[in-house]
């Protein structure tokens, strides 16, 4: 009895301890050392400015402050509330430095000014953001973004950036770009290199333009390129919810994408193994002067390609081999200005809109009839809500048939028709109806690869799983009903002998 007595009284002073530490930093924000000391501080930039490396600072109410300077590995707990910056960026993260925020709570970023961001991740340094955080860019100015990350020259260097699925992000204008070495403040930079980041999206994105921007000046780089893996998550911009504008490798897993385009690719290296594309932006005008804005799920468009120093056509390189590619006004995906690119389709869904009349617009466009003839065979499956190709320009007065361009594109690939869909390629064969096995417990799933063509066989036979048996299975309840109740009184009686002291 006494032991417990004891135990109760450390308690209550440890809890009297804590609540007075949090009574007495009557400020805007506290730092905790790893030992657990605590610093009140009166602003928040103090907090960051003094606390040691390794230390939580907690914000214990709402401020205005900005171009707080990150110089070391720190985390910040939003703690329920709001920054507020009027001019400038509101967190700098320098080389070498760390800025993790957790907790719920919202930065915000008012615009007064150009070329500002909630964070800025300098090459070298990292961010991550742990729980419901909330990035808010209010600026409509052209060069201003939520999250602006800086690549380096020096592969070496590396710059990590993750989101985590609670984020919110919403922007006037750019959700994350990332830019070149070169980048001095606006968005004219020379061309340059953008090497050693990894950026990994997750969360709500919903912006006025861009909801992830590669700019557009970063040149090619064979070795240490920009990466973004996209696994999850919902991007909607009103111009391109994805935008492949310089180069980076990009791998798209899944997620929702929805925008005028969902996916604008001028340059880099697009693996699209899954997600939803969306398009919702009206069909091309003006072409060729507008063919950019095509309201396509996916535009390929080089638009660099007669500017020195920048990337140029033989730079793209797609890959999709899953995923649902959708256009509400325009063809599914528009190909222009790319013939010396790379390009496989092999699966996925596409839909295409309706042109003035009501009919169905071929899933993919193709401008010109010369990329055609150097693409033989990169479609080798996949399924086509109309038609998978129409008609290509040959010259300025004539096209190739659409069955043609048809026949080079899919050159030993099976084309048929099925329930009013085109389907090139040999999608796994589902049971006839009553002939499914029911599932038996103890089937085990394998994971592995499977294109569009290879039959399905991703389940371990149940026969190669050993069942259980059900009498193991009474002796073995039983034994552990036994063990527990002897648990129970063993601890009953050790109760007892301690109270009694």
Known sequence: MKNLKMFAIGLAAFAAMTMGVHAACNTTAEWTKPDGTVTCEATLTAAVTNADAGSVITLLQDTQEGNINVTKDITVNLNEHKVTAANGDIFRVAAGAKLTLNGKGELYNAGSTASQADVTVAAGGSFE???AVTLTQESTNATVEAVRVIGSADASVKTNVTFSDETVVTSKLNGIVIYQDTFTGNNSGTAGAALGVTVNMAGTWNVQKYAVKVNGSIAYAADGATVINIEKG????????????????????????????????????????????VANGP?????????????????VYNAHEDIAGYPDAKYID????????ISEKANAINIDRARDGKFAINGGSFTSGKDSEGNCLPAIYIFDYAFVSSH???IT????????????DNSSSSYQPAENVLAILTKGSNVKTEGGKVVVGDPA??????QTEPTVPG??????????????????????????KTGDNIVTFMGLGLASLAVVGLGAKNLKKQTSM
């Open 376 to 378: 033989e065979g990169m």
């Open 234 to 277: 919902t991007y909607t911009g009103v111009n391109n919810a994805l935008y492949a504008s310089g180069y980076a490798i990009w791998n798209i897993k899944g997620g929702e994408f929805t925008g005028a385009q969902a996916l604008q690719i001028n340059s880099g290296k697009v693996t699209i193994s899954g997600g939803k594309f």
């Open 443 to 468: 089937d085990e799933e394998q994971n592995g690869d499977t294109n569009v063509g290879d039959s399905a066989n991703n389940q371990q036979p149940a026969e190669n799983v050993e069942p259980a």
């Open 318 to 325: 797609l890959t999709i081999t899953d995923g649902e590619f």
């Open 429 to 434: 064969t589902s049971e006839e109806p009553g």
């Open 129 to 131: 953001t742990k729980g």
């Open 381 to 392: 499956g996949g399924t086509f809500a109309c038609s998978v190709v129409g008609d290509t």
């Open 283 to 299: 069909a091309a005008t003006g072409v060729p002067a507008n063919r950019k804005n095509t309201g396509s799920a996916i535009v």
